[in-house]
């Protein structure tokens, strides 16, 4: 009878905590606006002056300052790792006709003393400005004292429609040494999960649902049962750097295997060292060279291509690796780089890839996870 008596209390004590309400982890999400690049591509690494017209970026807005808080859309990098924001003082014809960061305004800024803000990427865009601090707002969450750079040079290579940057690399390798936001909320201990995640949208599919979620995913947007995690290489530097299993072709391997993939949210194609590229599209029969950093490709043919990580494939559509520049005039989302940008057997892997998958950048574990879109 005892034991009877026990066993009830414990069931008791079961369906009570069981019943108890389910505190779900805090996640903030901010809406992301695919805009069109109307004349270079913007990337941390690029392809020399290639123009490629039908170039995408996301962009989210940014809160600076306080006082009088100014809102700006920022394209968010995982492929970089400095912020900034173009300033009142930016002459530059990139800084034309776009809204502008106004330190006066802010309550909040301060110049760090640092040296001035310098910053190169790799499709030759140079940044130059001041190296200042406020309090920023991303998605509803407030950074206080976040370094930033107010640039009042910006080079003609920035044709973007977004008004700054704003790297989520895990390390700033600019050379200014920033902490980012990310981390400024992670180690504040503002997030409940050390983590963020993408969601990318297709234009195609007329479906503007990118979004970018911080301290955890949006599980409404993926089916949580594939989600398959990726650790980041040993000598990653602090980059979104992970081992590349395979890369296959109409459901065929190649011979392009140990290989690694910077992820970057804030390029668009596949870009490989030359001879990588060349093996690949020496697979498909009526791949043309045009001798440019890119390969003709039919129009009309569909390619089936997939990236395999952790031996689980993942399909690029049709529609994102068949880039049309006019009318039967295609090429294909991997291209070459001649100038030695891409380190050997690394690429890197921007959104035509990426809107095919839900990813999550889990910094707390040194991870990338990929899922499959809900």
Known sequence: MRALHIFTFAIAIFLYVDALPYDKPKVHTIPLKLRSITRRRLSKRAIGSMPLKHDKGYCGQITFGT?????????????????????????????????????DVDGSFNLTGKDEFEIGYDDYTEINGDSGKTTIVIAGISVEAQEFGVAYDVSDEFDHPCEGVMGTE??????????????????NKQLDKPQFSFLLGREADQSPRSELTIGGSNPDRYHADTLTF?????????????????????GEGTDLKGRTGFIHTGSELIIMPPDDAHDFYNNIDDAEDNGDGTYKLNCGD???????????????DPRDFTVK???????????????????????????????????IFDQGNCQ?????LA
């Open 67 to 103: 006082g009088t808080p100014q809102n700006f859309d920022i394209l968010f990098d995982t492929g970089s790792g400095a912020l900034f924001v173009m300033g009142k003082n930016c002459g530059t014809p990139a800084c034309n006709n776009k809204p502008k960061y106004d330190p």
């Open 170 to 187: 895990l390390i700033d390798l600019s050379g200014m040494q920033q902490t980012t936001p990310i981390t400024n909320l992670i180690n």
């Open 230 to 250: 990726v650790q980041l290489v040993d000598d990653n530097n602090g980059q979104w750097e992970i081992p590349i299993d395979d890369l296959a072709i109409n």
């Open 302 to 316: 569909k390619y089936e291509v997939a990236l395999v990580f952790n031996n689980v494939t993942w399909k690029i």
């Open 325 to 359: 520049l006019a009318e039967d005039k295609c090429i294909g989302a991997i291209i070459y780089d001649n100038d030695s940008i891409v380190p050997e057997k690394s690429w890197f892997i921007g959104s035509v890839f990426l809107r095919n998958v839900y990813t």
């Open 368 to 372: 990338v996870g990929f899922a499959k």
